[in-house]
């Protein structure tokens, strides 16, 4: 026990030495480098020459390269990926620090043929490089701009789409709706990418194509049955839909600048504007511009631009994991931080309330930016930190409140709970040929999610098993759990991950450690547990939909399968003191698997290594086991 006090107390001293004056916690959020290359493309592409940022963006990428030349989503991802090394490839050119006979880019260029070249590349690819004249565009987008029309009642709407889709999507629609490039005279030429004709398939593969007839024709169908309904001449019609594109973006804008905070999003409504008209000296993109500068943060290999700031998820998490570790809600530093999350508690109606009519604002979201786009983990996240304020406070148990209604009226029909928006799960949408639309398009139950937020009712707002909630959630996770007895986890890597938010959730709720589901999730995770007492799984997990060992300990993957063992043993079995050990030897480690990325954004696309990570669920899972056995130890 004296060796957990001792971590606990370590990390309880960093964490507090990095606290920001306005009581957050500010992390890097990393990625793989494809938004660097994106920051380089939209900067050279706009005559912006910042010399200073590109060539930290460029110095980050080139260090990421592997010896094959090759770029990589994730450090075990076998040779490389396609898509990824084409967007670095384009933008270490495009940056003029790199020519094509280059040593660095020959093998890069080799690599990228091999694998079939630019038409075999995933559609964010392809669409960065016929935004800017290096990709045919297709005769036609495969989502019609005039769902913009059709009212969030219809059939089919644009808002079968989930929110993160929705901005990402509108500035694709436009943008290919007008078969819109720019070029410079320093453009690229990518020509020699191409092992076919550059004219086929367009942006589609043909394997999606293939689903067209499943999900592509009735949904065409469907939009074009209820837009011919419409008294307004096609023509009228199509400038409409393109209007109502444009001002959904604009809609969308956050204060500083950003698309919903995101850099890929707000990449893509730039050229949007563009493609509408928009000067590229017009102060929408010169904000935009300004807000992608403010989200680049200094690694270790260069200059990122984050995907998305994680501000508030990082202080919530933060400030919570320090109270459960032992420190009093009246710290000065917990209370700073509370001041900080009740500052970015959202007051305003955003795109959730379409499926929700009646919720009231009450949640948080991910980024210090974000106003209109809530998401349920970030709400239990500032909650649960909040908890201890709210019992003293007046002004914090409303706005606790608050929160919790809006949590409570976000469950979806069928139990479960979704990351943004209730019932946004078309079967028609998940169906389209576009690629990811099975995974990122719509936002159904997840049981991480789920046993998040049950974890959260059950210890933190007093709910329990009899509770009309808690029993039509507890009855989607028994459901959803995977014949190993595992359970998979839509934004974490990725069974580990699932299976420790649902069985913390039942525990919660007062699922006891003998029911059958709990014992075979547990037998689960000791099957996994590594020969060094940690836990590590691969994002291969993620794209395959089934568990793969990384064959090394992750600090953050060990205290969440320490937690929920902790969370359902009486006693510290051998596995959880050999976890425990880990944890307070590997802590301080700087090897590969420390930074590992352990966030899911997009299965096979976008994955996170939250730097904060291998401090907030080691210390969390540190505090849980201090308090529950501290006293048999």
Same mark, same amino acid.
């Given at each position: 026990m004296l060796q957990v006090r001792q971590e606990i107390n370590r990390i309880q001293s960093l964490l507090l030495s990095q606290q920001k004056q306005d009581g957050s916690w500010r992390f890097c959020l990393e990625s793989s480098p494809t938004t660097d290359a994106h920051m380089i493309i939209l900067l050279r592409t706009l005559g912006i020459d910042d010399e200073r940022l590109i060539d930290g963006l460029a110095t980050r990428i080139a260090a990421l390269q592997q010896e094959n030349g090759a770029w990589k989503l994730y450090p075990d991802e076998a040779e490389g990926n396609l898509s990824t090394t084409l967007d670095c490839y384009y933008a270490l050119l495009f940056s003029r620090r790199y020519q094509k006979n280059d040593p660095r880019l020959i093998p890069a260029r080799e690599f990228i043929r091999a694998k079939g070249g630019l038409t075999e590349a995933n559609l964010l690819t392809k669409f960065a490089a016929a935004l800017t004249g290096q990709y045919k565009w297709p005769a036609h987008f495969l989502v019609p701009v005039e769902i913009a029309l059709l009212p969030p009642s219809s059939p089919v709407s644009f808002y079968d789409f989930v929110g993160y889709a929705r901005v990402h999507l509108a500035p694709m629609m436009i943008a290919a709706d007008r078969k819109f490039a720019k070029g410079t005279a320093d453009t690229p030429d990518l020509s020699d990418l191409y092992v076919t004709s550059p004219i086929s398939p367009g942006l589609?593969?043909?394997?999606?194509?293939?689903?067209?007839?499943?999900?592509?024709?009735?949904?065409?169908?469907?939009? &074009? #049955?209820?837009?011919? =309904?419409?008294?307004?001449?096609?023509? !009228?019609? &199509? #400038?409409?839909?393109? =209007?109502?594109?444009?001002?959904?973006? !604009?809609?969308?804008v956050e204060a500083d600048g950003t698309l919903y905070n995101y850099s890929t999003s707000t990449f893509f409504m730039v050229f949007a504007l563009l493609a509408r008209g928009y000067s590229p000296r017009d102060p929408h993109i010169a904000k935009a511009v300004v807000g992608l500068r403010d989200s680049v943060c200094e690694t270790p290999e260069g200059s990122h631009l984050q995907l998305a700031t994680s501000a508030v998820w990082d202080t919530s998490l933060l400030a919570h994991a320090l109270q459960q570790s032992g420190l009093s809600a009246n710290h000065p530093a917990i209370a700073s931080a509370n001041r900080y999350l009740l500052a970015k508690q959202q007051h305003t109606y955003g795109d959730w309330k379409i499926r929700n009519p009646a919720g009231h604002p009450g949640g948080w979201g991910f980024s210090d930016f974000n106003t209109l786009n809530p998401d349920i983990d970030d709400t239990t996240a500032a909650l649960r930190a909040l908890r201890a304020q709210s019992r003293l406070d007046k002004t914090t148990a409303a706005a606790w409140k608050r929160g919790l209604d809006w949590i409570l009226s976000m469950q979806n029909d069928d139990g479960g709970w979704p990351a943004f928006e209730k019932n946004t799960d078309s079967a028609l949408i998940r169906n389209l040929p576009i690629e990811g639309s099975d995974t990122v398009s719509t936002d159904p139950s997840s049981a991480d999610l789920t046993g998040r937020t049950l974890e959260f009712l059950g210890r933190y707002?007093?709910?329990?098993?009899?509770?009309?909630?808690?029993?039509?959630?507890?009855?989607?996770?028994?459901?959803?759990?995977?014949?190993?007895?595992?359970?998979?986890?839509?934004?974490?890597?990725?069974?580990?991950?699932?299976?420790?938010?649902?069985?913390?959730?039942?525990?919660?709720?007062?699922?006891?450690?003998?029911?059958?589901?709990?014992?075979?999730?547990?037998?689960?995770?000791?099957?996994?547990q590594n020969a060094d007492g940690g836990w590590g799984e691969s994002c291969h997990s993620d794209e395959k939909k089934t568990y793969v060992a990384l064959g090394a300990s992750t600090p953050s993957q060990t205290a969440w399968a320490l937690d929920a063992l902790i969370a359902v043993s009486p006693e510290p079995t051998p596995p959880i003191l050999r976890g425990i050990d880990f944890l307070s030897r590997q802590s301080q480690a700087t090897s590969w698997s420390v930074t590992y990325p352990t966030g899911g954004g997009r299965p096979g696309g976008t994955y996170f290594a939250y730097h904060s990570y291998r401090f907030i669920w080691p210390l969390l899972a540190l505090g849980h086991f201090k308090h529950k056995y501290g006293s048999s130890r």
């Open positions: 589609y593969p043909h394997r999606l194509l293939d689903r067209f007839a499943r999900g592509g024709q009735p949904f065409l169908a469907s939009i &074009h #049955e209820h837009v011919m =309904r419409l008294p307004l001449l096609p023509g !009228l019609l &199509h #400038e409409l839909s393109l =209007r109502r594109l444009e001002q959904f973006m !604009l809609a969308r707002a007093g709910y329990k098993e009899s509770d009309a909630p808690v029993q039509k959630a507890v009855r989607w996770l028994l459901t959803h759990q995977e014949a190993d007895g595992s359970w998979y986890g839509r934004w974490g890597i990725a069974y580990v991950y699932g299976t420790w938010a649902a069985i913390t959730g039942l525990a919660a709720v007062g699922v006891t450690s003998t029911h059958p589901a709990v014992q075979k999730a547990v037998a689960w995770l000791l099957g996994t």
